[in-house]
C-alpha cells in the first residue's frame, strides 16, 4: 500500500543553520505531496504542498520538490530559528483522497 | 474565526466507562476525519465522513463509534474505551473530498485510559 518514510528525529540544529528533512513516499499513481507542522501543544498545520511533478511548495522560507523520479518531498530551510521547533509530517493523498502521514521529525533549535 | 474546536483537550478515564470526544468545525466543510496520534506511527485515521449522515471506516476504526448528525459536528464514541485506545486524538475537517483540499486540524485531545 502507500506509505511515507521520513527521517527519525529529533533533529538538533543551532539558530541559522540549515534544515533539511527527508521524506520518500510510495504510492501509485501520482499523490500530492504535503508538510504538516505540529507545534507544541497544538494541532497540525499545513506548512506547504505539491501537486505534480517538480511543483516547488514553499511557506514561511521553507521548500520542498516534488521529485517524481526519486520519490522524494524533502523540506528545506536555509536559516532556521527557535520558534521552528516543532514537529514536522509529510503525507500523501493518495488516489482515494486518503492522507497518510509519515511518522513526524521533531526538530529542535537551540539559540 | 475559522477553527476546528475539541472537547475536552485532556481526558482521563478508567476502562470500561464510556466516552463522547466532541469536535465542531464553523467553515461549513463537508469532509470531517478522526485521527488518533501515537509515537513512532504518526498519524493514523480512524472514521471519516464526506457529509451528513455518511460515514466509513478509517485505517484504525475497532473499538470506535462516529455518528454525522449535523454537517458542523463529529463527535468520536468510545463505548468501552481500553488502555491501548491511549493515545492524541485530532479531529480535521476540509471543504471537500480531494487530492488539493487542506486539511484543518482541531487542537488535540490527550486521552488516558486507565
Known amino acids: 500500500g502507500n506509505s511515507v518514510t521520513q527521517m527519525e528525529g529529533p533533529v538538533t540544529l543551532s539558530e541559522e543553520a540549515f534544515l533539511t528533512i527527508n521524506c520518500t513516499y510510495t504510492?501509485?499513481?501520482?499523490?500530492?505531496l504535503f508538510w504538516y507542522v505540529q507545534y507544541p501543544g497544538e494541532g497540525l498545520q499545513l506548512l506547504l504542498k505539491?501537486?505534480?511533478?517538480?511543483d516547488k511548495g514553499s511557506n514561511k522560507g521553507f521548500e520542498a520538490t516534488y521529485r517524481k523520479e526519486t520519490t522524494s518531498f524533502h523540506l528545506e530551510k536555509g536559516s532556521v530559528q527557535v520558534s521552528d521547533s516543532a514537529v514536522y509530517f509529510c503525507?500523501?493523498?493518495?488516489?482515494?483522497?486518503?492522507?497518510?502521514f509519515g511518522s513526524g521529525t521533531r526538530l529542535l533549535v537551540r539559540p | 474565526e475559522a477553527q476546528v474546536t475539541q472537547n475536552p483537550r485532556y481526558l482521563i478515564t478508567v476502562t470500561g466507562k464510556k466516552l463522547t470526544v466532541t469536535c465542531s468545525q464553523n467553515?461549513?466543510?463537508?469532509?470531517m476525519s478522526w485521527y488518533r496520534q501515537d509515537p513512532g506511527l504518526g498519524l493514523r485515521q480512524i472514521y471519516y465522513?464526506?457529509?451528513?449522515?455518511?460515514?466509513d471506516k478509517g485505517d484504525v476504526p475497532e473499538g470506535y463509534k462516529v455518528s454525522r448528525k449535523e454537517k458542523r459536528n463529529f463527535p468520536l464514541i468510545l463505548e468501552s474505551p481500553s488502555p491501548n485506545q491511549t493515545s492524541l486524538y485530532f479531529c480535521?475537517?476540509?471543504?471537500?473530498?480531494?487530492?488539493?483540499?487542506?486539511?484543518?486540524f482541531g487542537p488535540g485531545t490527550r486521552l488516558t485510559v486507565t
Open positions: 480535521a475537517s476540509s471543504f471537500s473530498i480531494g487530492r488539493d483540499y487542506e486539511q484543518y
Open positions: 504510492a501509485t499513481g501520482y499523490p500530492s
Open positions: 505539491a501537486t505534480k511533478a517538480d
Open positions: 503525507a500523501l493523498c493518495d488516489s482515494s483522497y486518503k492522507l497518510i
Open positions: 467553515m461549513n466543510h463537508e469532509y
Open positions: 465522513s464526506m457529509n451528513v449522515e455518511v460515514t
